[in-house]
Antibody, heavy 125, light 109 residues
């Protein structure tokens, strides 16, 4: 059974950092990249970034370029998203989602075929 | 940057009716780059279609996806109570690597 299990809800003050984990199981970790997607309260889905679990290549949405770091630990099949310099408008549910890849390249047709349950990050003073 | 537009924003229908949801790209894209997702309140999104028309595992055949170029459509032939949700199209591109449309909410009339 494929599972993506994310860490629990976090509360941070503005200017702080948060690190969310996504523990995967039930499949070959390096055959799938991981994307991170966020959803502010009452809003739509926003793509945040992507990491290849094969070679750690990353691609970030431009608005997060200077504040986000995506990493993986292959030995524990876990991915991490760290977001720095948090602002109130970073308050959102953050999802990890699996993306089929081949040698680190997104397989066409692309899809986010399995999702984590989401992690609520609240930024408030 | 390719922008996705979804219409209508909200679709109010009754169970048993047909739902037609539109996703339009600001320039022509490959059908291989288009996917659709369903999201219910408090849940993570669920993959419905990839490659514009390939149904994901476990998706009922009352759902269908179609389109090409700039215009893509998700159709639900007969709405079941569990189909009332928000639907997003998604694009794989160059910069940004992935993009979501703003979503269409299908609610009960």
């Amino acid at each position: 059974q494929v599972l993506l299990v994310q860490s629990g809800a976090e509360v941070r003050e503005p200017g702080a950092s948060v690190k969310v984990s996504c523990k995967t199981s039930g499949y070959s970790f390096t055959n799938y990249g991981l994307s991170w997607v966020r959803q502010a309260p009452g809003q739509g889905l926003e793509w945040v970034g992507w990491i290849s679990t094969y070679n750690d290549k990353t691609d970030y949405a431009q608005k997060f370029q200077d504040r986000i770091t995506l990493t993986t630990v292959r030995s524990t099949t876990t991915a991490y998203m760290e977001l720095k310099d948090l602002r109130s408008d970073d308050t959102a549910v953050y999802y990890c989602a699996r993306v089929p890849t081949l040698f680190g390249v997104v397989i066409i047709p692309n899809r986010f075929d399995q999702w984590g349950q989401g992690t609520l990050v609240t930024v408030s003073s | 940057e390719i922008v996705l537009t979804q219409s209508p924003g909200t679709l109010s229908l009754s169970p048993g009716e047909r739902a037609t949801l539109s996703c339009r790209a600001s320039q022509s894209v490959s059908i291989s780059d288009v996917a659709w997702y369903q999201q219910k309140p408090g849940q993570a999104p669920r993959l419905l279609f990839y490659g514009a028309s390939s149904r994901a595992t476990g998706i009922p055949d009352r759902f269908s996806g179609s389109g090409s170029g700039t215009d893509f459509t998700l159709t639900i032939s007969r709405l079941e109570p569990e189909d009332f949700a928000v639907y997003y199209c998604q694009l794989y591109g160059d910069s940004p690597l992935f993009t979501f449309g703003p979503g269409t909410k299908v609610d009960i009339k």
